[in-house]
């Protein structure tokens, strides 16, 4: 399969949803509602953890006093991280980066290799791109495991009632857990594996309560802020005075910044907005995030800051900033208020699942990973699909996560390295995109991407400390990952280079075959990686069998970086006479490629096609590895291992099986 990218891309974000299970004629209220269920469920569950482990002591550095300067320091932060890296950045800037309405790191890769024929200076960026997708990954393996055990630690504040079932904690300040420490380990590890094991039953009808259980989480986060805030309404002025910030940094130095790595776990789930905004639009994210959730973030946040402060003691406010969050919690509803917190985390695992089966499915369809097994969860959503494969790896990912951290706490550390190094990079391709495709002039684009730049190294620089504690893992993770994606698209490229070196042109080959072999009736397809010279699998039949059917066609299936192609531009057909035709048919990263169903509208080729007339060859290669230069022995050894695992291309153009023919070649590369 083909897998130029060969984007065309539109240069503003959509206003409506694109037709990925919401349709294109929903209505903006029922968009931004399914925004708030599915985009905003990682960054939404940061209060959580976020304000606790910025107090906390990391990295060697003491932990911070809970004093009032302190307090608005750390807001101040809180709320300026949101509004520049979520608000300016993604909401009013990259998500204007679109690619035909689709976002992601992926589009943005697609975007400048459009634009660019200065390889010189567009591989490199194209290479951070795969690393940035490579650390999602990453990401998605440590959203699950921090966000369920976070919320399952807040069962620590209730314990068994007879009388009721369950009731709270008494005393607003913890003493010993009322539900035992060791089992919170193994009730976050049962609720995840639950959570992988329905994934294969799709989320369709579970994602239709996405969103209203979100819309009240949020609105419960800020009726939790509002309560507290009433006592001390001044603290938000001083949580929007950007001068507490700076004064954080100018009295603390480097406590500060160590305090920023964990600062920046309020706004982890900001790249969801991007990467989701083929599935609701760029307005419906805007308008969810804007009046709705990040006062409803905010409101919570300034509420335990207030909190904190109402305590008349030192030793009350060390105790409460311990675990603001769940001891904000009024005892009458606390359980009611933890189950719904989980609930929340549950579903913002689930979005990063899904995201983890979409990006997977375009980086296939891109070329950059092996064809997998692909299964689609619903007949009318385009977007609900289900990879074996992947889902299963990411559940014993995020249980060994669990069970080698044993607490969001030690968690943290690993948390966040990967989101800023991937929003780094995220601004390294918008700069790309400023300049090149939307040819922004210096003096309006730099500045902004300087900006972008400073808040991007802070925060990733601030991530770096953590490297030792934890923050090993998301790295190790994503260059395993990066390696695979990075040997499967160059062997890919090597081996495609190999079959077609010196190979007889299709002109010629049409002609002598005519006197070379008996023709008989039907339709014969070979599916060809690339759209020159002669598939192997035609040259090995004509070998062994010496027949040729009436027809031939020699098919090649090119993905373009777009993700859908309009169905005037989906075929291409070329007559080489004596029954050959050579046929490209186009397909976008979003769109199965169904290839019985695809040449059943096509009309080009002296008629229609009838399957029962029809037969499919393909050519399976074994790699040989050699010497020959291209890439490193033990790299054509992975490759080989990789297409050896890979899913049969039967499966996965979704080829009847008992029309198919393979034979097999040997190449070395």
Known sequence: MSSTVTAAASSGGPDAGHAHGHGKQASTAALVVGAIGVVFGDIGTSPLYAFRETFASHHGAPGISPDADHIHGVLSLVFWSMMMVVTVKYVLTIMRADNGGEGGSLALLALIKRTSSKAGWTAPLILLGVFATALFYGDSMITPAMSVLSATEGLQYVFVDPAYGFASVPSAIPGQPATPGQMIVPTAIAILAGLFAIQSRGTDRVGKLFGPIMLTYFAMLAVLGVMHLT????????TINPLNALRFFEDDGFVAFVALGSVVLAVTGAEALYADMGHFGRKPIGISWLTFVYPALMLNYMGQGALILSQTSPEAAAALVKDPFFLMIPDIVRVPVIILALFATIIASQAVISGAFSLTQQAVQLGFIPRMEIRHTSASAAGQIYIPAVNWALMVMVILLVLFFQSSTNLAAAYGIAVTGAMFIDTLLLAAVL????????????????????????YFGANLIKVPSGGWVPLLIGGIIFTLLTTWSRGRELMRASMTDGSLPIEIFAKSAQNSATRVSGTSV??????????SALLHNIKHNKVLHERVLI??????????????????????????YRVTIYCGFLEETDVPKLLSTLTLCDGAFDMMQTSFFLSRQTLLPSSKPGMAIWREQLFAWMLRNAASAMAFFRLPTNRVVELGSQVEI
């Not at 300049?435 to 802070?458: C, E, N, Q, R, T």
């Open 555 to 580: 098919l090649t299936v090119h993905v373009r970086g777009m993700p859908y192609v309009d169905e005037s531009e989906r075929y291409e057909c070329k007559n080489l006479g004596n029954g050959f």
């Open 435 to 458: 300049f090149s495709l939307w040819k922004w002039p210096l003096w309006k684009g730099l500045p902004l991407v300087i900006v972008f730049l400073i808040v991007d190294v802070a």
């Open 526 to 535: 070979f599916m060809a990686s690339t759209n020159s010279g002669v598939p």
């Open 231 to 238: 006592a001390d309404p001044s603290i938000i002025i001083e």
